[in-house]
């Protein structure tokens, strides 16, 4: 079943490949000259040609480009130099820990809410809920990033100037996972967790008030059809407690059309992380592809494209198996 | 419309008043957009060293930012511009993708494939990710910003027109007309599309808020509009470094104002929807 839903996911990697391919052959102008550098001459823009097999029929260069991707070789930065797989692989931990931190804030708190709303539906509960809801979804990240930090930095001091992952006075913990939550904790070193959290809140709140919207909505939307299905009604009628038919019944049901909007979520998710990652100077790989453009140094922002885009089906492909082990009747049908 | 529809639209406006404001802010966004060189008091591009960077006042209500420009002249301006992209990517989005929803719903096979197989490929990204992607390849103008927003809302439009025309194309009026000798074609477009309108525009109303954020956020991180343009996305970037240090007039009102825009779109697609389906509601 698990092995069906991995075979289900290659023509979306397929689909990804093909895009991200035409892409790199749509740049502006001449490509060999962009990788050749501003400074080359036409020999070496020639031989760059060449090198990259811009010379050869498109179906050709398909080809080798499939081959570099097997590689992994993405090509080389030219501001820095470096392969991009290096970079990419160096800054992904932080971008990752923003965006399972935001995540983990967005589910903790909306769920709740989402509940809240459906078991008292007409009421101002459930009117608040849904007007924070549509407001939530308004919120452009990068503004609500600079007005967070303005607020909890400048006015009142509470969180440390919102640049990097950790204060410049703590040296980063030893990288075993790249992520300085889980490697301060591993080093025992409670300090520099203390320092990387203080860091990592306000991103990380910005990035879960922006997704908050779908999963409240989607958790109300669910809780309201389970409650009034008949299942619930026989639940009640038994006279079993209040809080065991809204949790161990109706609540588990109606997890599962929220998992399934968990793949919204993180398209949200991935796409507002460049943003929130330029508002505080996070070094990750949003900030990477940003320097980037800047520059005109396409080959990260290809790199950049394609591993976002990869990330994104592996997670949706771990949605897809999360709800067959969720719910065993997905497994039986499919 | 008829006055039943009259009827239920006042129902939905006295029930839900927050509708009704949503169509006024709305009105009023409009009117900024068409007449807005008009109504700022000052030239939003006309730089004065002298008034840099000061905080809002009666003769500049929202400010000056760091080149002495009026911060509300330039809102104002430039909601001409946000407005436009997310209109003209909104309509081009409408277009290609209810037209080949439309087709792959009705007729099914292979053109259904094909098709489908687009909308999951577009899907498959995260889909600001993958307009930068666009941006940066096409090269760097507000075009390629309206073209690429057009092209990652594409899959919903598809959806919903396939969807919707799917489960009306067997229905006793399209076999009618079918059987009055219309061609297949005609049947889709005269018969058949007038009916999925409806959801739609559902779609179109909540699609409008997301195309605005999605094109301030392009501008914010240096896609498409270039300064000195006045822009929502734009005008934040700007005055993102001034926010640590206490001046936070100048990121504060744009950001305000983008927000309010998408907040309208949102509440007013919301509206729509129980306009159109009052069982629909969330």
């Known amino acids: 079943m698990i092995l069906k839903r991995l075979f289900g996911a290659l023509p979306n990697i397929v689909g990804v490949v093909i895009v991200t391919f035409i892409l790199t052959r749509a740049l502006p102008g001449d490509p060999a000259a962009y990788f050749a550098g501003p400074a080359a001459t036409t020999e070496a823009i020639e031989q760059v040609r060449a090198s990259l097999g811009l010379d050869k029929t498109l179906a050709h260069q398909f080809v080798l480009y499939l081959k570099d991707l097997a590689r992994g070789d993405l090509g080389n930065s030219l501001t820095t130099g470096q392969p991009v797989v290096t970079e990419i692989r160096q800054r992904l931990p932080a971008s990752l820990e923003l965006t399972f931190c935001g995540l983990l804030i967005a589910v903790v708190v909306a769920v709740p809410l989402g509940v809240l709303a459906a078991t008292r539906p007409g009421t101002w509960v459930d009117h608040l809920c849904r007007l924070l809801a549509t407001a939530g979804v308004s919120l452009p990240t990068f503004f609500t990033g600079l007005l967070l930090a303005y607020v909890f930095y400048f006015l009142l001091g509470l969180a440390p100037s919102p640049l990097g992952r950790i204060d410049v006075s703590f040296p980063p913990p030893p990288a075993v996972t790249g992520l300085y939550l889980v490697d301060s904790l591993l080093a025992r070193d409670l300090e520099s967790f203390r320092a990387s959290a203080r860091q990592l809140v306000l991103p990380a709140l910005t990035m879960g008030l922006f997704v908050m919207a779908p999963l409240m909505r989607m958790t109300r939307a669910s809780m309201l059809g389970v409650l009034s299905s008949e299942f619930i009604r026989t639940a009640r009628a038994s006279g079993l407690p209040r809080s065991q038919v809204l949790y161990a019944y109706a609540f588990r049901n109606a997890l599962l059309p929220v998992v399934t909007t968990l793949g919204m979520v993180f398209s949200f998710l991935l796409g507002s992380n460049v943003l929130v990652e330029k508002v505080f100077a996070w070094p990750g790989i949003g900030s990477y592809v940003i320097e980037a453009l800047v520059s005109s140094d396409y080959a990260p922002v290809q790199g950049f494209v394609l591993t976002m885009a990869l990330l994104y089906v592996a997670l949706n492909l771990a949605i897809d198996v999360m709800y067959v082990l969720i719910d065993p009747r997905v497994g039986i049908e499919g | ?282």
Do not use: C
């Open chain 2, 1 to 282: 419309m008829s006055a039943a529809t009259l009827k239920h639209i006042r129902y939905v406006a006295t029930e839900n008043p927050v509708t009704l404001v949503a169509f006024l802010l709305f009105s009023g966004f409009v009117l900024l957009a068409l007449f807005g060189p008009w109504i700022a008091p000052y030239d939003p591009l006309a730089s004065n060293s002298g008034a840099a960077l000061k905080p809002p006042s009666a003769a500049h209500w929202f400010g000056t930012d760091s080149l002495g420009r009026d911060i509300l002249s330039r809102i104002i301006v430039a909601a001409r511009l946000d407005f436009g992209i997310a209109v003209s990517a909104v309509a081009a989005s409408f277009v290609i993708g209810a037209a080949l929803g439309s087709l792959a719903g009705f007729y099914g096979g292979w053109a259904d494939r094909i098709i489908g197989r687009i909308a999951d490929t577009i899907m498959a990204f995260p889909l600001f990710v993958l307009a930068m992607g666009i941006v940066a390849a096409l090269g760097n103008t507000v075009a390629n910003i309206v073209i690429a927003t057009a092209i990652i809302n594409l899959p919903f439009y598809i959806r919903v027109a396939r969807a919707e025309v799917n489960v009306r194309r067997g229905a006793g009026y399209v076999e009618a007309a079918r059987l009055a000798g219309n061609s297949d074609l005609r049947v889709l477009a005269m018969h058949v599309f007038p009916n999925i309108l409806p959801p739609i525009m559902v779609q179109i109303s909540l699609n409008m808020g997301w195309a605005i954020l999605n094109a301030a956020g392009l501008s914010f991180i240096g896609l498409g509009v270039r300064p000195p343009q006045a822009e929502w996305g734009i005008m934040v970037a700007e005055g993102a470094t001034y926010i640590i240090s206490g001046e936070w007039w100048v990121a504060l009102f744009p950001g305000a104002v983008l927000m309010l825009a998408v907040f309208t779109f949102n509440l007013l697609g919301d509206g729509l929807r129980d306009i159109m389906d009052p069982r629909m509601r969330t």
